[in-house]
Protein backbone atom coordinates (compact mmCIF):
# COMPACT_ATOMS: atom_id res chain seq x y z
CA UNK A 1 0.00 0.00 0.00
CA UNK A 2 1.58 3.27 -0.63
CA UNK A 3 2.59 5.85 1.79
CA UNK A 4 0.16 8.96 1.69
CA UNK A 5 3.19 11.24 2.73
CA UNK A 6 2.08 11.29 6.25
CA UNK A 7 3.54 8.97 8.16
CA UNK A 8 0.14 6.84 7.82
CA UNK A 9 -1.31 4.83 4.81
CA UNK A 10 -4.34 4.10 3.96
CA UNK A 11 -6.06 -0.20 4.53
CA UNK A 12 -8.58 -0.55 2.05
CA UNK A 13 -9.76 -3.99 4.29
CA UNK A 14 -11.04 -1.52 7.10
CA UNK A 15 -10.65 1.94 5.54
CA UNK A 16 -8.68 3.80 8.29
CA UNK A 17 -5.09 5.30 8.44
CA UNK A 18 -2.58 2.13 9.16
CA UNK A 19 1.09 3.89 10.35
CA UNK A 20 3.68 2.97 7.77
CA UNK A 21 6.86 1.25 9.09
CA UNK A 22 8.66 4.14 9.97
CA UNK A 23 6.28 5.42 12.09
CA UNK A 24 5.77 2.64 13.72
CA UNK A 25 10.06 2.79 14.66
CA UNK A 26 10.08 6.11 15.51
CA UNK A 27 7.20 5.36 18.12
CA UNK A 28 8.80 2.97 19.72
CA UNK A 29 11.83 4.49 20.48
CA UNK A 30 9.86 7.60 21.58
CA UNK A 31 8.72 5.28 24.17
CA UNK A 32 11.48 3.43 25.18
CA UNK A 33 13.30 7.01 25.71
CA UNK A 34 10.20 8.14 27.07
CA UNK A 35 9.39 5.72 30.04
CA UNK A 36 12.25 2.83 30.13
CA UNK A 37 15.23 5.27 28.78
CA UNK A 38 17.60 3.16 31.34
CA UNK A 39 16.20 -0.18 31.04
CA UNK A 40 18.08 -2.72 29.30
CA UNK A 41 17.82 -4.72 26.28
CA UNK A 42 15.41 -6.97 27.28
CA UNK A 43 12.97 -4.32 27.75
CA UNK A 44 13.42 -2.76 24.12
CA UNK A 45 13.20 -6.14 22.68
CA UNK A 46 9.43 -6.72 24.78
CA UNK A 47 8.32 -3.07 23.77
CA UNK A 48 9.13 -3.17 20.17
CA UNK A 49 7.65 -6.85 19.60
CA UNK A 50 3.95 -5.64 21.37
CA UNK A 51 3.84 -2.78 19.62
CA UNK A 52 4.57 -4.38 16.06
CA UNK A 53 2.47 -7.38 17.38
CA UNK A 54 -0.43 -5.02 18.22
CA UNK A 55 0.02 -2.65 15.46
CA UNK A 56 0.13 -5.26 12.57
CA UNK A 57 -2.41 -7.70 13.68
CA UNK A 58 0.00 -10.72 14.22
CA UNK A 59 -1.48 -12.22 17.46
CA UNK A 60 1.57 -12.81 19.14
CA UNK A 61 1.60 -14.37 22.98
CA UNK A 62 4.35 -13.06 25.18
CA UNK A 63 4.88 -14.03 28.77
CA UNK A 64 7.09 -11.46 30.45
CA UNK A 65 8.21 -12.89 34.34
CA UNK A 66 10.39 -10.80 36.62
CA UNK A 67 10.86 -9.87 39.90
CA UNK A 68 9.39 -6.51 42.46
CA UNK A 69 11.08 -3.15 41.15
CA UNK A 70 12.63 -4.98 37.51
CA UNK A 71 10.32 -2.36 35.35
CA UNK A 72 7.38 -4.87 34.37
CA UNK A 73 4.98 -1.73 34.70
CA UNK A 74 7.46 0.64 33.06
CA UNK A 75 7.90 -1.67 30.20
CA UNK A 76 3.87 -1.55 29.57
CA UNK A 77 3.82 2.19 30.12
CA UNK A 78 6.66 2.74 27.31
CA UNK A 79 4.29 0.04 25.16
CA UNK A 80 1.35 2.47 25.71
CA UNK A 81 3.06 5.47 25.13
CA UNK A 82 3.91 3.85 21.12
CA UNK A 83 0.32 3.08 20.72
CA UNK A 84 -0.42 6.92 21.77
CA UNK A 85 2.02 8.16 19.51
CA UNK A 86 0.31 6.06 16.74
CA UNK A 87 -2.91 7.16 17.74
CA UNK A 88 -3.81 3.66 19.11
CA UNK A 89 -3.94 3.59 22.53
CA UNK A 90 -7.59 3.04 22.63
CA UNK A 91 -7.21 -0.61 20.80
CA UNK A 92 -5.22 -1.70 23.70
CA UNK A 93 -6.82 -3.23 27.28
CA UNK A 94 -4.57 -2.88 30.18
CA UNK A 95 -6.12 -5.59 32.73
CA UNK A 96 -5.51 -6.91 36.29
CA UNK A 97 -6.82 -9.82 38.32
CA UNK A 98 -7.35 -7.66 41.27
CA UNK A 99 -9.24 -3.82 41.67
CA UNK A 100 -5.88 -2.71 43.28
CA UNK A 101 -3.66 -3.69 40.61
CA UNK A 102 -5.83 -1.84 37.76
CA UNK A 103 -5.38 1.32 40.26
CA UNK A 104 -1.35 1.54 39.52
CA UNK A 105 -2.56 0.83 35.69
CA UNK A 106 -4.82 3.98 35.65
CA UNK A 107 -2.37 6.46 34.95
CA UNK A 108 -1.58 4.49 31.35
CA UNK A 109 -2.96 5.64 28.67
CA UNK A 110 -5.44 2.57 27.32
CA UNK A 111 -9.09 1.15 28.54
CA UNK A 112 -8.27 -0.74 32.10
CA UNK A 113 -10.34 -2.59 34.16
CA UNK A 114 -10.41 -5.98 35.84
CA UNK A 115 -10.38 -9.27 34.27
CA UNK A 116 -13.88 -10.17 35.35
CA UNK A 117 -15.52 -6.72 34.93
CA UNK A 118 -13.88 -5.97 31.17
CA UNK A 119 -14.11 -9.79 30.03
CA UNK A 120 -17.14 -10.49 31.84
CA UNK A 121 -15.54 -13.30 33.31
CA UNK A 122 -16.63 -13.69 37.52
CA UNK A 123 -13.81 -15.81 39.56
CA UNK A 124 -16.22 -15.75 42.44
CA UNK A 125 -18.66 -18.04 40.56
CA UNK A 126 -16.57 -20.39 39.51
CA UNK A 127 -15.96 -18.34 36.44
CA UNK A 128 -19.17 -18.41 34.92
CA UNK A 129 -20.51 -15.32 32.71
CA UNK A 130 -21.11 -12.57 35.33
CA UNK A 131 -24.57 -11.64 35.42
CA UNK A 132 -26.42 -9.57 33.50
CA UNK A 133 -23.31 -8.85 31.03
CA UNK A 134 -23.95 -11.64 28.34
CA UNK A 135 -21.33 -12.97 25.86
CA UNK A 136 -22.80 -10.11 22.65
CA UNK A 137 -22.03 -6.99 25.23
CA UNK A 138 -18.51 -8.21 25.85
CA UNK A 139 -18.31 -9.02 22.38
CA UNK A 140 -19.08 -5.38 21.55
CA UNK A 141 -16.49 -3.92 23.79
CA UNK A 142 -13.92 -6.67 22.11
CA UNK A 143 -14.55 -5.11 19.04
CA UNK A 144 -11.85 -2.50 18.01
CA UNK A 145 -9.24 -4.03 20.78
CA UNK A 146 -6.04 -5.82 19.27
CA UNK A 147 -4.39 -6.24 22.37
CA UNK A 148 -4.51 -7.82 25.44
CA UNK A 149 -2.20 -7.02 28.49
CA UNK A 150 -2.82 -8.41 31.51
CA UNK A 151 -0.90 -7.23 34.63
CA UNK A 152 -0.22 -9.08 37.78
CA UNK A 153 -0.32 -12.60 36.12
CA UNK A 154 0.48 -14.31 40.00
CA UNK A 155 -3.32 -13.71 40.87
CA UNK A 156 -5.07 -15.24 38.03
CA UNK A 157 -5.36 -19.06 38.85
CA UNK A 158 -6.02 -21.68 36.16
CA UNK A 159 -9.52 -21.90 35.78
CA UNK A 160 -9.93 -18.04 35.56
CA UNK A 161 -7.06 -18.48 33.43
CA UNK A 162 -8.65 -20.77 30.84
CA UNK A 163 -11.88 -18.30 30.71
CA UNK A 164 -10.16 -15.70 29.88
CA UNK A 165 -8.74 -17.61 26.96
CA UNK A 166 -12.29 -18.79 26.32
CA UNK A 167 -13.55 -15.42 26.12
CA UNK A 168 -11.04 -14.06 24.00
CA UNK A 169 -10.68 -17.27 21.24
CA UNK A 170 -14.83 -16.91 20.71
CA UNK A 171 -14.79 -12.94 20.76
CA UNK A 172 -12.48 -12.98 17.87
CA UNK A 173 -11.37 -16.95 16.54
CA UNK A 174 -8.00 -17.21 14.07
CA UNK A 175 -9.05 -17.81 10.01
CA UNK A 176 -9.31 -21.29 9.04
CA UNK A 177 -7.41 -23.64 9.68
CA UNK A 178 -6.09 -22.19 13.00
CA UNK A 179 -9.61 -21.18 14.58
CA UNK A 180 -9.06 -23.66 17.77
CA UNK A 181 -5.80 -21.49 18.29
CA UNK A 182 -5.49 -20.29 21.94
CA UNK A 183 -6.67 -16.36 22.39
CA UNK A 184 -7.66 -16.01 19.63
CA UNK A 185 -6.22 -13.30 16.96
CA UNK A 186 -5.63 -10.87 20.06
CA UNK A 187 -2.03 -9.78 20.93
CA UNK A 188 -1.96 -11.12 24.15
CA UNK A 189 0.99 -9.92 26.86
CA UNK A 190 0.55 -11.51 30.41
CA UNK A 191 3.49 -9.86 33.18
CA UNK A 192 3.82 -10.50 36.62
CA UNK A 193 5.91 -12.43 39.12
CA UNK A 194 4.73 -15.90 40.20
CA UNK A 195 6.22 -15.46 43.67
CA UNK A 196 3.90 -12.88 44.33
CA UNK A 197 0.27 -13.63 45.52
CA UNK A 198 -1.59 -16.72 44.55
CA UNK A 199 -5.19 -16.54 43.16
CA UNK A 200 -7.28 -16.37 46.80
CA UNK A 201 -10.15 -19.43 45.17
CA UNK A 202 -8.08 -20.85 42.34
CA UNK A 203 -5.16 -22.57 41.62
CA UNK A 204 -1.92 -20.62 40.65
CA UNK A 205 -1.03 -21.48 37.50
CA UNK A 206 2.00 -23.25 38.22
CA UNK A 207 0.21 -25.82 40.03
CA UNK A 208 1.34 -29.62 39.06
CA UNK A 209 3.95 -28.55 37.26
CA UNK A 210 6.99 -30.23 38.32
CA UNK A 211 5.62 -33.18 38.34
CA UNK A 212 2.81 -32.92 35.63
CA UNK A 213 -0.42 -33.79 37.76
CA UNK A 214 -3.85 -32.84 36.65
CA UNK A 215 -4.15 -30.35 38.50
CA UNK A 216 -3.51 -27.14 36.17
CA UNK A 217 -3.32 -29.26 33.51
CA UNK A 218 -4.95 -26.63 31.22
CA UNK A 219 -3.02 -23.60 32.35
CA UNK A 220 0.27 -25.62 31.35
CA UNK A 221 -0.72 -26.06 28.50
CA UNK A 222 -1.74 -22.74 27.52
CA UNK A 223 1.38 -21.57 28.52
CA UNK A 224 3.57 -23.64 27.02
CA UNK A 225 1.87 -22.77 23.60
CA UNK A 226 3.60 -18.88 24.31
CA UNK A 227 6.01 -18.37 21.63
CA UNK A 228 7.86 -15.06 23.32
CA UNK A 229 9.36 -15.73 26.79
CA UNK A 230 11.07 -12.91 28.81
CA UNK A 231 12.77 -12.69 32.19
CA UNK A 232 13.60 -9.27 33.38
CA UNK A 233 16.30 -10.14 36.21
CA UNK A 234 17.97 -6.64 36.04
CA UNK A 235 16.37 -4.58 39.58
CA UNK A 236 15.85 -0.71 38.60
CA UNK A 237 14.06 0.70 41.52
CA UNK A 238 16.57 -0.11 43.92
CA UNK A 239 18.93 2.98 44.56
CA UNK A 240 22.70 2.36 43.18
CA UNK A 241 24.81 2.79 46.49
CA UNK A 242 25.53 -0.11 49.19
CA UNK A 243 22.16 0.40 50.41
CA UNK A 244 20.08 -0.16 47.26
CA UNK A 245 22.81 -2.93 46.41
CA UNK A 246 22.28 -4.76 49.37
CA UNK A 247 18.46 -4.92 49.58
CA UNK A 248 18.69 -6.21 45.88
CA UNK A 249 21.22 -8.85 46.65
CA UNK A 250 18.43 -9.93 49.91
CA UNK A 251 15.73 -10.19 47.38
CA UNK A 252 17.29 -11.99 44.88
CA UNK A 253 18.48 -14.56 47.76
CA UNK A 254 14.70 -15.26 48.99
CA UNK A 255 13.03 -15.28 45.94
CA UNK A 256 15.57 -17.70 44.53
CA UNK A 257 15.08 -19.53 47.83
CA UNK A 258 18.61 -19.05 48.88
CA UNK A 259 17.95 -17.45 52.24
CA UNK A 260 20.07 -17.85 54.24
CA UNK A 261 20.03 -17.64 58.58
CA UNK A 262 22.13 -14.57 58.76
CA UNK A 263 19.44 -13.01 55.98
CA UNK A 264 16.56 -13.21 58.48
CA UNK A 265 19.21 -12.12 61.20
CA UNK A 266 19.67 -9.45 59.37
CA UNK A 267 16.03 -8.68 58.44
CA UNK A 268 15.08 -8.85 62.35
CA UNK A 269 17.58 -6.17 63.17
CA UNK A 270 15.63 -3.43 61.74
CA UNK A 271 13.05 -3.02 63.43
CA UNK A 272 12.30 0.28 65.56
CA UNK A 273 14.59 1.08 68.84
CA UNK A 274 17.09 -1.56 67.89
CA UNK A 275 20.47 -1.08 68.61
CA UNK A 276 21.74 0.81 65.84
CA UNK A 277 18.56 2.50 65.13
CA UNK A 278 17.36 4.87 67.78
CA UNK A 279 14.33 5.35 65.81
CA UNK A 280 10.82 5.22 66.85
CA UNK A 281 7.11 5.64 65.42
CA UNK A 282 6.97 9.43 66.85
CA UNK A 283 10.69 10.71 65.01
CA UNK A 284 9.61 13.49 62.28
CA UNK A 285 11.38 10.83 59.73
CA UNK A 286 8.42 8.27 60.27
CA UNK A 287 5.59 10.27 61.24
CA UNK A 288 4.20 10.10 57.69
CA UNK A 289 4.80 6.45 57.32
CA UNK A 290 2.38 3.68 55.66
CA UNK A 291 2.49 0.63 58.15
CA UNK A 292 2.49 -2.85 55.82
CA UNK A 293 0.95 -5.61 57.86
CA UNK A 294 0.27 -9.31 56.91
CA UNK A 295 -3.33 -9.22 58.98
CA UNK A 296 -6.34 -7.23 58.27
CA UNK A 297 -6.70 -7.99 62.41
CA UNK A 298 -3.52 -6.73 62.88
CA UNK A 299 -4.14 -3.07 60.79
CA UNK A 300 -7.29 -2.74 62.79
CA UNK A 301 -4.55 -2.67 66.22
CA UNK A 302 -2.96 -0.26 65.35
CA UNK A 303 -4.61 1.88 62.97
CA UNK A 304 -5.95 4.75 65.35
CA UNK A 305 -2.36 5.35 66.89
CA UNK A 306 -1.13 5.95 63.48
CA UNK A 307 -4.16 8.17 62.16
CA UNK A 308 -3.08 10.05 65.09
CA UNK A 309 0.20 10.71 64.13
CA UNK A 310 -0.31 11.35 60.52
CA UNK A 311 -2.68 14.04 61.35
CA UNK A 312 -0.16 15.45 63.82
CA UNK A 313 2.31 15.36 61.16
CA UNK A 314 -0.20 16.80 58.56
CA UNK A 315 -0.82 19.85 61.20
CA UNK A 316 -4.90 18.98 61.03
CA UNK A 317 -7.07 17.60 63.67
CA UNK A 318 -8.25 14.18 63.52
CA UNK A 319 -11.87 12.92 63.43
CA UNK A 320 -12.84 9.72 63.67
CA UNK A 321 -16.03 7.59 64.30
CA UNK A 322 -18.02 4.05 64.50
CA UNK A 323 -19.83 2.84 61.86
CA UNK A 324 -23.16 2.40 62.41
CA UNK A 325 -24.00 -1.37 62.86
CA UNK A 326 -27.59 -3.22 63.25
CA UNK A 327 -27.74 -7.02 64.13
CA UNK A 328 -29.24 -9.63 66.39
CA UNK A 329 -26.31 -10.52 68.40
CA UNK A 330 -22.93 -8.33 69.31
CA UNK A 331 -21.71 -5.72 67.28
CA UNK A 332 -19.10 -6.01 64.35
CA UNK A 333 -16.90 -3.50 64.66
CA UNK A 334 -13.93 -5.28 65.29
CA UNK A 335 -13.43 -6.25 61.79
CA UNK A 336 -13.82 -4.84 57.90
CA UNK A 337 -16.54 -6.46 55.60
CA UNK A 338 -17.99 -6.14 52.15
CA UNK A 339 -15.63 -3.21 51.49
CA UNK A 340 -16.82 -1.05 54.58
CA UNK A 341 -14.51 -0.19 57.20
CA UNK A 342 -15.36 -0.56 60.81
CA UNK A 343 -13.89 2.86 61.98
CA UNK A 344 -13.82 5.57 59.82
CA UNK A 345 -11.26 8.85 59.71
CA UNK A 346 -10.58 11.86 58.39
CA UNK A 347 -8.13 14.63 58.19
CA UNK A 348 -7.63 17.22 55.49
CA UNK A 349 -5.29 16.14 53.08
CA UNK A 350 -6.22 12.23 54.33
CA UNK A 351 -4.83 9.60 51.81
CA UNK A 352 -7.78 6.75 51.34
CA UNK A 353 -8.90 3.67 49.17
CA UNK A 354 -12.44 4.39 47.78
CA UNK A 355 -14.25 0.90 49.28
CA UNK A 356 -16.97 0.39 46.51
CA UNK A 357 -17.51 1.39 42.67
CA UNK A 358 -19.66 4.14 42.65
CA UNK A 359 -19.48 6.13 40.17
CA UNK A 360 -16.45 5.45 37.21
CA UNK A 361 -16.98 8.18 35.59
CA UNK A 362 -15.78 9.80 38.51
CA UNK A 363 -13.15 6.88 39.21
CA UNK A 364 -14.82 6.35 41.84
CA UNK A 365 -13.93 2.54 41.45
CA UNK A 366 -13.10 0.29 44.53
CA UNK A 367 -9.62 0.96 45.39
CA UNK A 368 -8.86 4.00 43.43
CA UNK A 369 -6.84 6.25 46.04
CA UNK A 370 -8.47 9.49 46.80
CA UNK A 371 -7.22 12.64 48.67
CA UNK A 372 -9.52 14.00 50.89
CA UNK A 373 -10.38 17.57 51.22
CA UNK A 374 -12.96 18.62 53.26
CA UNK A 375 -16.21 16.85 55.91
CA UNK A 376 -19.70 17.82 55.95
CA UNK A 377 -20.76 16.74 59.45
CA UNK A 378 -24.56 17.07 58.92
CA UNK A 379 -24.95 18.12 62.61
CA UNK A 380 -23.73 20.68 65.06
CA UNK A 381 -20.37 19.64 66.77
CA UNK A 382 -18.71 21.12 69.79
CA UNK A 383 -14.94 22.67 69.23
CA UNK A 384 -13.44 20.61 72.16
CA UNK A 385 -9.95 21.94 70.89
CA UNK A 386 -8.47 18.75 71.38
CA UNK A 387 -6.26 16.91 68.80
CA UNK A 388 -9.08 14.30 68.29
CA UNK A 389 -12.33 14.63 67.74
CA UNK A 390 -14.23 11.43 68.01
CA UNK A 391 -17.79 11.36 67.02
CA UNK A 392 -20.89 9.58 68.02
CA UNK A 393 -22.57 9.13 64.84
CA UNK A 394 -21.42 8.90 60.37
CA UNK A 395 -21.13 12.12 59.20
CA UNK A 396 -23.01 13.40 56.46
CA UNK A 397 -20.20 13.33 53.87
CA UNK A 398 -16.84 14.38 52.51
CA UNK A 399 -15.48 16.09 49.91
CA UNK A 400 -12.22 14.07 47.89
CA UNK A 401 -10.43 14.25 44.72
CA UNK A 402 -9.98 10.43 43.30
CA UNK A 403 -7.11 9.77 41.39
CA UNK A 404 -7.34 10.79 37.53
CA UNK A 405 -10.54 12.66 37.88
CA UNK A 406 -11.64 15.13 36.19
CA UNK A 407 -14.22 17.94 34.99
CA UNK A 408 -16.72 19.78 37.55
CA UNK A 409 -18.87 17.52 39.54
CA UNK A 410 -19.61 19.34 42.50
CA UNK A 411 -20.73 23.08 41.74
CA UNK A 412 -18.79 25.68 44.18
CA UNK A 413 -15.68 23.03 44.62
CA UNK A 414 -12.21 22.73 42.97
CA UNK A 415 -12.54 20.37 39.10
CA UNK A 416 -12.22 17.06 40.01
CA UNK A 417 -13.82 17.26 43.53
CA UNK A 418 -16.45 14.48 44.15
CA UNK A 419 -18.68 14.36 47.22
CA UNK A 420 -19.16 11.15 49.24
CA UNK A 421 -21.80 10.03 51.45
CA UNK A 422 -22.30 6.59 53.63
CA UNK A 423 -23.84 3.34 51.69
CA UNK A 424 -24.65 0.35 53.48
CA UNK A 425 -23.35 -3.12 53.32
CA UNK A 426 -24.33 -6.71 55.11
CA UNK A 427 -22.18 -8.92 55.52
CA UNK A 428 -22.08 -12.02 58.54
CA UNK A 429 -25.05 -11.20 59.96
CA UNK A 430 -24.16 -7.34 60.64
CA UNK A 431 -25.72 -4.38 58.65
CA UNK A 432 -23.00 -1.56 58.04
CA UNK A 433 -23.44 2.12 57.28
CA UNK A 434 -20.28 4.33 56.69
CA UNK A 435 -18.60 6.35 54.23
CA UNK A 436 -17.19 4.23 51.51
CA UNK A 437 -13.41 4.56 52.00
CA UNK A 438 -10.91 3.37 53.86
CA UNK A 439 -7.04 4.53 55.26
CA UNK A 440 -4.41 4.43 53.51
CA UNK A 441 -1.95 4.85 56.69
CA UNK A 442 -2.27 1.40 57.49
CA UNK A 443 -2.59 -1.34 54.93
CA UNK A 444 -2.02 -4.96 54.17
CA UNK A 445 0.64 -6.31 51.82
CA UNK A 446 -2.17 -6.91 48.98
CA UNK A 447 -2.91 -3.18 48.70
CA UNK A 448 0.83 -2.43 48.08
CA UNK A 449 1.11 -5.23 46.01
CA UNK A 450 3.00 -3.14 42.57
CA UNK A 451 3.36 0.20 44.15
CA UNK A 452 7.17 1.68 44.87
CA UNK A 453 7.59 3.98 48.05
CA UNK A 454 9.88 7.57 47.72
CA UNK A 455 10.64 9.58 50.05
CA UNK A 456 9.23 11.21 51.66
CA UNK A 457 7.04 8.64 51.74
CA UNK A 458 8.29 5.89 54.01
CA UNK A 459 7.22 2.54 54.78
CA UNK A 460 6.89 0.41 58.18
CA UNK A 461 6.58 -3.20 58.28
CA UNK A 462 4.68 -5.39 60.71
CA UNK A 463 5.71 -9.21 59.49
CA UNK A 464 4.91 -11.19 63.39
CA UNK A 465 3.92 -14.40 62.70
CA UNK A 466 -0.40 -14.16 62.70
CA UNK A 467 -1.86 -14.90 66.33
CA UNK A 468 -3.79 -18.66 66.41
CA UNK A 469 -6.29 -18.83 64.92
CA UNK A 470 -5.57 -15.99 62.50
CA UNK A 471 -4.20 -18.04 59.33
CA UNK A 472 -0.88 -18.78 58.39
CA UNK A 473 1.92 -16.86 57.14
CA UNK A 474 2.97 -16.69 53.43
CA UNK A 475 6.06 -16.52 51.60
CA UNK A 476 4.48 -14.12 48.83
CA UNK A 477 3.38 -11.71 51.68
CA UNK A 478 6.99 -11.25 53.15
CA UNK A 479 8.11 -10.72 49.57
CA UNK A 480 5.88 -8.22 48.58
CA UNK A 481 6.51 -6.13 51.91
CA UNK A 482 9.71 -5.89 51.58
CA UNK A 483 10.19 -5.24 47.94
CA UNK A 484 8.59 -1.89 48.41
CA UNK A 485 11.76 -0.01 49.59
CA UNK A 486 14.55 1.12 47.26
CA UNK A 487 17.09 0.96 49.40
CA UNK A 488 17.86 -2.00 52.92
CA UNK A 489 18.37 1.63 55.14
CA UNK A 490 14.75 2.42 53.93
CA UNK A 491 13.65 -0.82 55.25
CA UNK A 492 11.97 -1.07 59.46
CA UNK A 493 10.00 -3.09 60.92
CA UNK A 494 6.86 -1.80 63.36
CA UNK A 495 7.83 -4.43 66.32
CA UNK A 496 10.33 -6.93 66.92
CA UNK A 497 9.70 -10.69 64.91
CA UNK A 498 10.56 -12.63 67.96
CA UNK A 499 11.34 -12.77 71.88
CA UNK A 500 14.55 -13.91 72.94
CA UNK A 501 13.40 -16.75 74.13
CA UNK A 502 11.55 -18.54 70.61
CA UNK A 503 14.93 -16.64 68.43
CA UNK A 504 15.90 -19.98 66.78
CA UNK A 505 12.48 -21.65 66.44
CA UNK A 506 11.43 -18.58 64.50
CA UNK A 507 14.90 -18.30 62.71
CA UNK A 508 14.17 -21.81 61.48
CA UNK A 509 10.57 -20.88 60.97
CA UNK A 510 11.26 -18.36 58.53
CA UNK A 511 14.42 -19.96 56.49
CA UNK A 512 11.30 -23.27 55.74
CA UNK A 513 8.68 -20.17 54.94
CA UNK A 514 11.21 -18.54 52.33
CA UNK A 515 11.69 -21.93 50.71
CA UNK A 516 9.80 -21.62 47.46
CA UNK A 517 7.37 -24.73 46.38
CA UNK A 518 8.76 -27.11 44.28
CA UNK A 519 6.22 -26.66 41.47
CA UNK A 520 7.04 -22.98 41.48
CA UNK A 521 10.42 -23.32 41.32
CA UNK A 522 10.75 -26.03 38.14
CA UNK A 523 7.87 -23.16 36.55
CA UNK A 524 10.49 -20.96 36.81
CA UNK A 525 13.24 -22.72 35.87
CA UNK A 526 11.38 -24.00 32.70
CA UNK A 527 10.38 -20.40 31.76
CA UNK A 528 14.49 -18.97 32.37
CA UNK A 529 15.14 -22.04 30.10
CA UNK A 530 12.66 -20.61 27.53
CA UNK A 531 13.63 -16.99 28.05
CA UNK A 532 17.68 -18.49 27.04
CA UNK A 533 18.94 -17.58 30.38
CA UNK A 534 21.92 -20.13 31.27
CA UNK A 535 21.70 -22.32 34.37
CA UNK A 536 24.48 -24.10 36.26
CA UNK A 537 22.27 -27.49 37.14
CA UNK A 538 20.17 -29.69 35.38
CA UNK A 539 16.31 -29.65 35.77
CA UNK A 540 16.83 -32.85 37.62
CA UNK A 541 19.63 -32.22 39.03
CA UNK A 542 17.87 -28.44 40.16
CA UNK A 543 14.49 -30.50 41.43
CA UNK A 544 16.65 -32.82 43.71
CA UNK A 545 18.61 -29.99 44.87
CA UNK A 546 15.43 -28.05 46.68
CA UNK A 547 13.74 -30.90 47.47
CA UNK A 548 16.44 -31.71 50.20
CA UNK A 549 16.48 -28.21 51.42
CA UNK A 550 12.97 -28.58 52.00
CA UNK A 551 13.84 -31.61 54.04
CA UNK A 552 16.68 -29.85 55.59
CA UNK A 553 14.47 -26.65 56.88
CA UNK A 554 11.97 -29.07 58.38
CA UNK A 555 14.51 -31.10 59.83
CA UNK A 556 15.56 -27.96 61.64
CA UNK A 557 12.49 -26.11 62.50
CA UNK A 558 11.39 -29.86 64.43
CA UNK A 559 14.90 -29.62 66.17
CA UNK A 560 14.33 -26.34 67.43
CA UNK A 561 10.72 -27.01 68.39
CA UNK A 562 11.97 -29.89 70.53
CA UNK A 563 14.68 -27.44 72.06
CA UNK A 564 12.44 -24.88 72.85
CA UNK A 565 9.94 -27.40 74.55
CA UNK A 566 12.52 -28.90 76.07
CA UNK A 567 13.86 -25.51 77.81
CA UNK A 568 9.99 -25.02 79.07
CA UNK A 569 9.87 -21.86 77.03
CA UNK A 570 6.20 -19.90 75.77
CA UNK A 571 5.53 -21.00 72.73
CA UNK A 572 5.20 -18.60 70.17
CA UNK A 573 1.99 -17.14 68.88
CA UNK A 574 2.64 -18.73 65.34
CA UNK A 575 -0.48 -20.89 63.94
CA UNK A 576 1.87 -24.00 62.65
CA UNK A 577 4.31 -24.49 59.99
CA UNK A 578 3.38 -22.74 56.43
CA UNK A 579 2.18 -25.05 53.90
Known sequence: MPSDGGGTRQDPCIGVDEPTPEAIQAAIRCGIDACCSDGNDEQRRVVQLLVESIVGHLGRRVLVLGGPGTGKTTLVRAVMHAMDQLRRAHRVALLAYSGRAVVHLMGIRGRTGTTSSFLGVDSYRRNRLVAGRPAEIVDARLTDIDGVVIDEISMCGCAHLRAVEERLRRARPCAPPNECRAFGSFTVAFVGDPNQHKPILDTPIYAGWAHGSVSGADARMLLRDFEHVFVLRAVHRTLLDAGGRRLAEWQERVRTGCATREDIVALASRHLGAPGMPLNLDD?????????????????????????????????????????????????????????????YFFRGMRAAIADRISPEACLVRNNDALLTDIVFGREVPDTGSEVLELDFVPAGVYARPAGCAGQWVPGRPPGEVYLTPIICQGGGVRRRN????????????????????????????????????????????????????????????????????????????????LPPIDLAMFLYDMEERAGLCHARSRADHMTFLLERHREAERALRAARRVRIATNAPAPPAAGAPQ
Open 435 to 514: LPYSSLACTTDYFAEGATVTPPDRVVLDLRRPERGDGQMSRASVIVATSRMRSWDEVFLYLPLWSEETEEENIQFFLKLL
Open 284 to 344: PLLRRSTVITLRNRTRLAIEFDHMRRWAHAAGERLVTWLAEEWSAGAAGASRDFNRLPARG
